[in-house]
């Protein structure tokens, strides 16, 4: 079924550990983005794939953040030497195709807390 | 860049009453896509509602209902006959559905329907 799923559900990490969080969009939905929700600087929209490719990564928080979306499927944002700014909620979202014209469907997120 | 403006951090009303969330936004862009998302506590993001901007009339859902004023740039969400299963944070989102742009979200308003 279904909907936007996501893995872990929560993580605990220590600072400078790297993560891994994983996103499956609903089957057939190209376009998968991925945001981050944290107190202090509310919904941020991180990257944009259109198939497997991501056209601007300008919105990655810094060097230390990639993704990568493989197959047209599944997605992955990894975050190498956490910090502790980097205690957040990730949201993945899904849709038939670009932002706006088709719905984005979201997943539960990913509650990260770095220690 | 757009930006999008929620000025009422929350509100509290009672069951079967009318609620007014406000929202305002700016860009310069000329068609664009304006949304209303419910997160419960359960993190999950629901749209609620969506409005195309070349579109003049108001979108409805049921008891939801906006208000798109283009000129003033505002997009303001209206709840009739509120319900307990109401009460959750309500974010105004934007995009200019390029696809690439994501969303950009508002703060968010903290709704809480008393019994």
């Known amino acids: 079924g279904a909907g936007v799923s996501q893995s872990p559900s929560n993580k605990v990490t220590e600072k400078g550990k790297d993560v891994e969080l994983r996103c499956d969009p609903i089957s057939g939905h190209t376009a998968l983005y991925w945001y981050r929700q944290s107190l202090g600087q509310g919904l941020e929209f991180l990257i944009y794939f259109q198939g497997n490719s991501a056209p601007d990564k300008s919105g990655l928080p810094s060097d230390r953040f990639s993704a990568e979306r493989t197959g047209g499927s599944v997605s992955t944002l990894t975050i190498q030497r956490t910090q502790q700014e980097d205690s957040a909620v990730y949201l993945c979202?899904?849709?038939?195709?670009?932002?706006?014209?088709?719905?984005?469907?979201f997943g539960p997120g990913t509650r990260l807390t770095v220690l | 860049a757009q930006t999008v403006t929620q000025s009422q951090p929350e509100m509290s009303v009672q069951e079967a009453e009318t609620v007014t969330l406000s929202c305002t936004y700016d860009?310069?862009?000329?068609?664009?896509?304006l949304f209303w998302y419910k997160q419960p506590p359960s993190r999950q993001m629901i749209l609620v509602i969506r409005?195309?901007?070349?579109?003049?009339q108001n979108a409805t859902e049921n008891r939801f209902s906006v208000n798109f004023q283009k000129a003033a740039k505002s997009f303001s969400l209206k709840i009739s006959d509120s319900q307990l299963g109401d009460t959750a944070m309500y974010f105004c989102?934007?995009?200019?559905?390029?696809?690439?742009?994501?969303?950009?979200f508002g703060k968010g308003t903290h709704l809480i329907i008393q019994p």
């Open positions: 860009t310069s862009e000329s068609n664009y896509y």
């Open positions: 989102a934007f995009t200019s559905g390029g696809g690439a742009d994501g969303l950009t």
């Open positions: 979202a899904s849709s038939l195709g670009s932002a706006g014209v088709n719905e984005q469907f």
């Open positions: 409005q195309e901007a070349y579109k003049q």
